[in-house]
C-alpha cells in the first residue's frame, strides 16, 4: 500500500527557514514524479514544484529562487527546503505524486501545516 | 501562471446533475489533455477522480465524468448523493510543464 507521510511543518518567522519532509512507503520515491502542493488556510489549493524521475526540479513562480525540491533514495523521502519564508507562505503542504505526477496526483499525503508568523 | 476559472459554488438535490466548469487557455486546458479533477471533503487531502480529461481511477464511482472542449474543460457528477458534497478542484499541466489548479468549486447537495 502506497503512503505519504509528511513532517517538518510548524511556526516560522518572516524570513526563516524550514525544511519538510515526506516519508513514502509502499513504493520507490525514485519511480515516481513527486510533488508538493499547498492550501492556505481557507484557500484552494496551489502547486509548487515537482521533482521528475530522472531528477529534474520545475517550481511555481511563487517558489522560484527560494524553495527547494529534492529526493533522499536510501531515505525514500522527499524534502522541501524553504527559504526567505513569507507571511503568505502559510499553508498546508502536501506531497503527491504518482506514476505519471508530472500531470496527476494518484497519492497524496496528510499534510503538515507551516505558518509564518512573528 | 493564473489560476484556473471555476464557479465558487454549486448545489443540486440527490438524484441530480451537476457540472462543474475548469475554463483556461491555449497555454493549459487547451493545450494537452491533462486535465484532472479533485474532490476535498473538509479537513481532507483531496483525491483524484478524473485524469487526462476523461479517465477514472479504480474505485471511483461512475457517477462521476469529465469532458472538454477548447480551453475549458468540465467534471459532471450525476445522481447526486449527500457524500458527494465537498470542494472539486480542476488541474491542468501546462506548455511551461508547470502545473495550474482551478480556484476551486464548493458542491453543496441540497
Known amino acids: 500500500e502506497v503512503q505519504l507521510v509528511e513532517s517538518g511543518g510548524g511556526l516560522i518567522q518572516p524570513g526563516g527557514s524550514l525544511r519538510l519532509s515526506c516519508a513514502a512507503s509502499g513504493f520507490a520515491v525514485s519511480t515516481f514524479y513527486m510533488n508538493w502542493v499547498r492550501q492556505a488556510p481557507g484557500k484552494g489549493l496551489e502547486w509548487v514544484s515537482v521533482i521528475y524521475t530522472g531528477g529534474r526540479t520545475i517550481y511555481a513562480d511563487s517558489a522560484k529562487g527560494r524553495f527547494t525540491i529534492s529526493r533522499d533514495n536510501s531515505k525514500n523521502t522527499l524534502y522541501l527546503q524553504m527559504n526567505s519564508l513569507r507571511a503568505e507562505d502559510t499553508a498546508v503542504y502536501y506531497c503527491a505524486g504518482g506514476g505519471y505526477g508530472d500531470r496527476y496526483f494518484d497519492y497524496w499525503g496528510q499534510g503538515t501545516l507551516v505558518t509564518v508568523s512573528s | 501562471q493564473s489560476a484556473l476559472t471555476q464557479p465558487a459554488s454549486v448545489s443540486g438535490s440527490p438524484g441530480q446533475s451537476i457540472t462543474i466548469s475548469c475554463a483556461g487557455t491555449?497555454?493549459?486546458?487547451?493545450?494537452?489533455?491533462?486535465v484532472s479533477w479533485y474532490q476535498q471533503h473538509p479537513g481532507k487531502a483531496p483525491k483524484l477522480m478524473i485524469y487526462d480529461v476523461t479517465n477514472r481511477p479504480s474505485g471511483v464511482s461512475d457517477r462521476f465524468s469529465g469532458s472538454k472542449s477548447g480551453s475549458t474543460a468540465s467534471l459532471t457528477i450525476s445522481g447526486l448523493r449527500a457524500e458527494d458534497e465537498a470542494d472539486y478542484y480542476c488541474?491542468?499541466?501546462?506548455?511551461?510543464?508547470?502545473?495550474?489548479f482551478g480556484g476551486g468549486t464548493q458542491l453543496t447537495v441540497l
Open positions: 488541474c491542468s499541466y501546462t506548455s511551461s510543464s508547470t502545473l495550474v
Open positions: 491555449s497555454s493549459d486546458v487547451g493545450y494537452y489533455n491533462y
